[in-house]
């Protein structure tokens, strides 16, 4: 079946970076549409992230417009998210998501981030 699985949070200090890689498998991932969303304490989740099929097309929260960058590898079935110049304000869970036409969408389990001193 379907299955996304995200790494690569973990505890980083203000200013830091990480790399997140959320892997696919059971589907198409070429065909999807893939995006990052963050799950703050106490907050709902939102999108802060998206790419296009063939990566060509990206789009940022305003939020992380700039610090973060995100990419995709179709051979690994794998997409990234660079996280540069991290603050506390991106502590959260991040999720993977894919999406097509006429189908139904997938979610990974979620990573934890956690920006701290």
């Known amino acids: 079946q379907a299955q996304l699985v995200e790494s690569g949070g973990g505890l980083v200090q203000p200013g830091g970076s990480l790399t997140l890689s959320c892997e696919a498998s059971g589907f198409p991932f070429s065909y999807y549409d893939m995006s990052w969303y963050r799950q703050a304490p106490g907050k709902k989740r939102e999108l802060i992230a998206h790419i296009s099929t063939s990566g060509a097309i990206t789009n940022y929260a305003d939020s992380v417009k700039g610090r973060f960058t995100i990419s995709r590898d179709n051979d690994k079935n794998t997409v990234y998210l660079r996280m540069n110049s991290l603050n506390p304000e991106d502590t959260g869970v991040y999720y993977c998501?894919?999406?097509?036409?006429?189908?139904?969408?997938?979610w990974g389990q979620g990573t934890q981030v956690t920006v701290s001193s």
């Open positions: 998501y894919a999406q097509s036409e006429d189908v139904p969408p997938h």
